[in-house]
Structures are given as structure tokens and as C-alpha cells.
């Protein structure tokens, strides 16, 4: 220690002597040096130790909140990492569930119009040859523990859902035009005949909760085409096609003649068909019986509504078959061959009218063989979805 240090430490620290007046007395209470520097000493070392343990307690009090955010921190990652693991299983969940629910759209509308959902594998196509494969790219699952390959296989069912409903357009547009060919054949108007069945459409609005199949290109593209095709086929099957009767000669032709019990000009609305009293009369094509009885020239008369604006007459009746109201068959008995009314003999008067207005029944009766038969397609679709239809109903 130096003789400065100890010059100024004995200063400081000089015998000091105290002096206490109790009563008249004085008394002194002498402190030295060394007693002065011991207590200095130990009120050091106490603020020391105090100032340790306070330094100790704020590092210590530190180090646990840093450690506590640390944790903090980690449980946040932990409750992302698991937040996204949610919300991909929920996403993976719900494009599952909205592919369920196209694909039951697509059923539904296939089966609505053909009476199953059986159609033609090559139609669907094959399935994608990377399917059920692992590629570098497409690693079962990464750190998160989300299975990439699972939605890029629901993508791939929605693509094949989609092309699917795409092929079957383009074939449904093909047989729709065979359709419409058919009723051209018949001298008929395709757009006229497939507008009358879809005015005769109704019914309260009830939007469909399966799917959002209005917003999806692909099913309201199938939708339309379906509906088209369902218009055009519905009034090929309402077109007469059979003979009203199997008698084969024709008396008289539909348009000019000279009337038989005058001689003059006179337009002849149909066809007569000869043959023996009591014959019986067959409906040209299914449909309701719209009228039983007599017409002025007509005698008995029995009228067949086919739906379309198509109608068939059948005159001169000698007896009726059937009631008004009543739904008949293609073939089914209607009547029989008579000569009531204006009439020269036993004889059918066949007619065809369009909303109204008489057709020459000819172009019925002379249907090619082709067109018959894109007409019987239609009907095995329409009694395939009554069938199906009826079964429905027997469970329910």
C-alpha cells in the first residue's frame, strides 16, 4: 500500500473518541482505527453479498423468461405446424366431399336419362399412368406430415370426372343429332318439336344441395346436353310410325280429290284406309285418348293426343276401345273399322295434325327402316327410366 493510500486511510479512518452527557456526567467512548476499518469492511462485504444476490436473482429471473419464451415460441410453431395439418385435412376432406357430391351429380343425371350410370369405360378413359406412383416430386409427405399425393389424387379423380362428363357430351350431341335427322325424315321440324316438349315443363324451383353443379362448366355443359337430347327423343317416340290398321289398301290419299257425293274439288285431310266392318283400329304411336265421339262428316271419331302438338284422328268408327283420358300404347285397339258420318263404305279415315293443322300421314307410314330404329333406341331409354322409376317407388 502505498504511503498516499495509507496517508488518506488514516485520515479517514483517525481514532475518534464519542462523548455521551447523561446527568451532569460526561463520559467518551474512544473508537480506533482497526475497530473503524473492520465495520467499513464487513458493511462492504454485506453490501457486496447483497448486490451479488440481487444481480444473481435479476440474471436468474432473466434467464427464466428467455427460457419461457423460448417455449413460448415453440408451442406457437407447434400449434401452426398443427393448425396447417388441419387445414389440410380439412381441404383434403372437402374436395373428397365435393367430388363425392359431383360425382353423385353425374350419376343422377346419367341415370335420370338412361336408367343407369353403366356407360361405356372407353368413355371415362384410363386412369393416369403416374397414378399410385411416388416421384421425387411427389413424396408421400414432407415435414408437416401432409400427404401431398392424396390431393394431387383427388385432383386427378376431378379431372377424369370432367372429361368424363365431356365425352359424354360429345356422344350425347352425336345421338341427338341422329334424333333430330329422324324427326327431319318425318318432314318435321327438330327445334319445333324439342321447343313444345320444353314448354310443357313446370314446377316450384328447388335448388339442388348435392353439388354446385350450376357453377361447374362441365356438369351444366352435360346438363344441357342431356335436357336437348331428352326434348328431341321425347318427340321422335310421340311421331306415329305404326299403321292404324292392317288393312293395306288406300282408298284415298291425303290433299286434292273430287268429293265423292258431290264431284267438286275438295281437300282431303288424311288417309282412308278399306277394309271389313269390325276391324280393329290401332294406335298409330303411344299417347292419351284426348276425344271419344262424333264430329260433323266424321261420325265416330277417336283422337289421340302424342304430346308435341301432335295429334292423330281416327274416323268413321263403328265402335270405341277405349275412354277419354285413357293412356294407350303403340298397336293398342282403339276402335273399330266402320262407315258412320260422311261416308261412301266400311273404311278407316287416318289423319295427322301438328298444334292444330293437318299433315300428310303418308311420310308416317313409309318411315325407312333406320329412322324406326333410332326411334326404338329412344323408347328402350324412356322404358328403361320407367322401370327404374317404378323400382324406386316399390322401395320407397
Known amino acids: 500500500m502505498s504511503a498516499q493510500l495509507k496517508e488518506r486511510m488514516a485520515k479517514i ?10 446527568q451532569g456526567r460526561v463520559t467518551f467512548v474512544r473508537i480506533s482505527s482497526t475497530v473503524q476499518i473492520v465495520i467499513a469492511s464487513l458493511v462492504v ?10 444481480l444473481s436473482m435479476l440474471y436468474d429471473q432473466a434467464t427464466v423468461a428467455q427460457d419461457r419464451a423460448a ?33 353423385d351429380a353425374l350419376d343422377d343425371m346419367v341415370r335420370s336419362q338412361f336408367g343407369t350410370t353403366s356407360i361405356d369405360p372407353n368413355v371415362v378413359g384410363a386412369p393416369d399412368e403416374q397414378t399410385g406412383k411416388q416421384t421425387d416430386a411427389t413424396k408421400t409427405s414432407d415435414a408437416t406430415g401432409k400427404d401431398v399425393l392424396g390431393i ?3 385432383r386427378g379423380v376431378e379431372a ?17 343429332a341422329r334424333a333430330e335427322a329422324a324427326i327431319r325424315s318425318f318432314g318435321l321440324n327438330p327445334k319445333q318439336i324439342a321447343g313444345t316438349a320444353a314448354a ?52 284415298s290419299s291425303y290433299g286434292y280429290r273430287r268429293d265423292p257425293f258431290n264431284g ?4 282431303h285431310a288424311g288417309i282412308d284406309f278399306r277394309g271389313r266392318y269390325g276391324q280393329p283400329i290401332l294406335a298409330a304411336s303411344a299417347g292419351r285418348i284426348s276425344y271419344v265421339g262424333r264430329r260433323q262428316g266424321y261420325g265416330k271419331v277417336v283422337e289421340i293426343d302424342h304430346g308435341h302438338g301432335i295429334m292423330t284422328r281416327y274416323a268413321h268408327l263403328s265402335g270405341f276401345a277405349v275412354r277419354p283420358g285413357q293412356a294407350v300404347t303403340r298397336g293398342a285397339t282403339v276402335g273399330r273399322m266402320g262407315s258412320t258420318g260422311r261416308s261412301t263404305g266400311t273404311h278407316l279415315h287416318f289423319e295427322v295434325r301438328l298444334n292444330g293443322n293437318a299433315i300428310n300421314p303418308r311420310r308416317f307410314l313409309e318411315v325407312k327402316e333406320d329412322v324406326l330404329k333410332v326411334q326404338q333406341i ?10 327404374k322409376a317404378v323400382k324406386a317407388d316399390e322401395r320407397g
Do not use: C
Not at 479512518?13 to 455521551?20: H, I, L, P, R, S
Not at 327423343?233 to 292392317?246: H, K, W, Y
Not at 267438286?264 to 281437300?267: E, K, N, P, S
Open 160 to 176: 377424369r370426372q370432367t372429361l368424363f362428363a365431356k365425352k359424354l357430351v360429345s356422344l350425347i350431341d352425336e345421338r341427338a
Open 152 to 154: 394431387r389424387k383427388l
Open 378 to 387: 329412344a323408347k328402350q331409354r324412356f322404358a328403361r327410366v320407367g322401370a
Open 264 to 267: 267438286r274439288a275438295a281437300f
Open 200 to 251: 310443357q315443363q313446370g314446377g316450384p324451383f328447388i335448388p339442388w344441395a348435392k353439388t354446385d353443379a350450376p357453377h361447374d362448366e362441365a356438369l351444366a355443359d352435360l346438363a344441357n346436353a342431356l335436357s336437348r337430347l331428352d326434348a328431341l327423343e321425347r318427340g321422335l317416340v310421340s311421331i306415329p310410325s305404326g299403321r292404324p290398321t292392317a288393312a293395306p289398301m288406300q282408298t
Open 71 to 103: 417455449i413460448d415460441a415453440k408451442a406457437k410453431s407447434v400449434a401452426a405446424e398443427a393448425s396447417k395439418v388441419k387445414a389440410y385435412k380439412r381441404s383434403v376432406s372437402d374436395i373428397a366431399a365435393d367430388l363425392s357430391r359431383r360425382q
Open 45 to 54: 462485504a454485506l453490501l457486496g453479498a447483497w448486490l451479488i444476490g440481487t
Open 13 to 22: 479512518f483517525a481514532d475518534k473518541e464519542v462523548y455521551f452527557r447523561t
